[in-house]
């Protein structure tokens, strides 16, 4: 039996991916380490508790004794590294958060990998690494190769782990990998990313608060493909490597917007546009060629289908975040949106 153990895995792309490997892998034990922070949510988690092949820790990544001690009991054959701050609003407004857990908590599980004997350790990245595009060039994507240039606390902090994740390999050997992703949607995710907030505002007929003009581009991925695409890197990935991942569907935010409109059937009108993000990135596009190319992967779900999947599972799931925004998300709304 494999034991692979995921941090983060309370939160909404860590959470899938549990659910991914406990399907997929019958020979796997998966042990989850998440720390619940407001992002996390054991609710998600509830059908993996019932599985005994699923372990879950309680436990912050910045704490070194409790993670070796976690490492020492359970002795994991991989380890994925999902547990980051993610909201880059939030890292605005907190950064010192963002470079405490995103960066530091990465070192101090890589120094538990090193120290129990070099696990395999792959670091979940961002495109934000990359910085953005111009909006009147859709011939430029980023490759592998196109330097790091973040923009927002949140894209600074994760693209020093990545930095510290190859100082690690190269200097210490680390069996790493890394993965840099594009925007996710899908089941769980938590309803202040663009998606479920506006799935949630206009299901209870409140404003759709878009940043600017809505032009800004993104490259959006459903979550089950980005799953897929880290089991591949760690079971045939090449240590010391960067795995972009990405599936070619770059839109723009008012166009999601209000294709949620007309799946929910809510007037456009909702629509409301608020003031922009601070040093807001313009446009993301992977390319993702060299993961195609090396370990196959290709996306399978259509942007068409993964948003009806995902309009319904909020419909479907409404429990789930009607618990979130009726809790401290609250005040974080009225702290982000009230004067914009
Ligand atoms: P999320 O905010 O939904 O979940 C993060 C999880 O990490 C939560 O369960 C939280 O409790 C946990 N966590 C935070 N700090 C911790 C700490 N100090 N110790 C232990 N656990 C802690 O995030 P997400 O959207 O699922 O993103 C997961 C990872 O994927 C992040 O590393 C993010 O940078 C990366 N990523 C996200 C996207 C996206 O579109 N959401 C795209 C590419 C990459
Ligand atoms: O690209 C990958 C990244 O995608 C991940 O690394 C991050 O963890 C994840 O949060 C996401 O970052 P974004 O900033 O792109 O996602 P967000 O959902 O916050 O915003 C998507 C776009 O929508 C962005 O251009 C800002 C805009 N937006 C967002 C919110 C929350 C709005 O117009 N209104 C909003 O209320």
């Not at 960066?103 to 495109?127: P, Y």
């Not at 975040?321 to 009225?334: A, K, L, M, T």
Request: hydrophobic share 40%; proline share 5%; charged share 20%.
């Amino acid at each position: 039996m494999n034991t692979i153990l995921v941090t983060g895995g309370a939160g909404f792309i860590g959470a899938n991916f549990v659910y991914y490997m406990l399907e997929n892998h019958p020979d796997t034990r998966v042990i989850c380490v998440d720390c619940l922070t407001y992002a996390g949510n054991m609710s998600t988690l509830a059908k993996a508790m019932a599985d005994p092949r699923f372990t879950f820790y309680k436990q912050d990544i910045r704490d070194r004794a409790g993670i070796n001690a976690i490492f020492d009991r359970e002795k994991p054959d991989a380890v994925v590294n999902f547990a980051a701050e993610s909201h880059v609003d939030r890292s605005i407004e907190e950064p010192e958060l963002f470079v405490q857990t995103n960066v530091l908590g990465a070192q101090v599980m890589m120094d538990a990998c090193l120290a129990h004997g070099n696990i395999r350790f792959h670091q979940v990245s961002t495109d934000e690494v990359y910085g953005d595009l111009p909006l009147d060039r859709p011939d430029l994507l980023f490759t592998e190769d196109t330097p790091l240039h973040a923009s927002s606390p949140y894209s600074a902090s994760k693209a020093s782990a990545d930095l510290l994740t190859m100082a690690y390999y190269r200097t210490y050997g680390l069996a790493a990998t890394i993965s840099r992703c594009s925007n996710n949607y899908g089941p769980y995710q938590f309803p202040e990313k663009l998606i479920p907030l506006m799935i949630a505002n206009a299901l209870a007929d409140k404003p759709l608060p878009v940043y600017g003009q809505g032009l800004n581009v993104r490259d959006w991925l459903y979550v089950e493909d980005h799953c897929k695409a880290i089991d591949l890197v760690l079971q045939k990935g090449q240590i010391g490597r960067v795995y972009n991942i990405g599936g070619h569907n770059e839109m723009r935010n008012i166009d999601i917007v209000k294709l949620i409109c007309a799946q929910l059937g809510k007037p456009e009108s909702l629509i409301t546009y608020v003031t922009d993000r601070k040093g807001h990135d313009l446009r993301y596009a992977i390319d993702p060629a060299r993961i195609h190319a090396e370990l196959g992967w290709l996306p399978e779900t259509a942007f068409a289908d993964g948003i009806r999947k995902t309009v319904q599972w909020y419909l479907d799931n409404r429990p789930w975040w009607e618990q979130i925004v009726s809790g401290e998300y609250r005040n974080y709304y009225e702290r982000m949106y009230a004067n914009r």
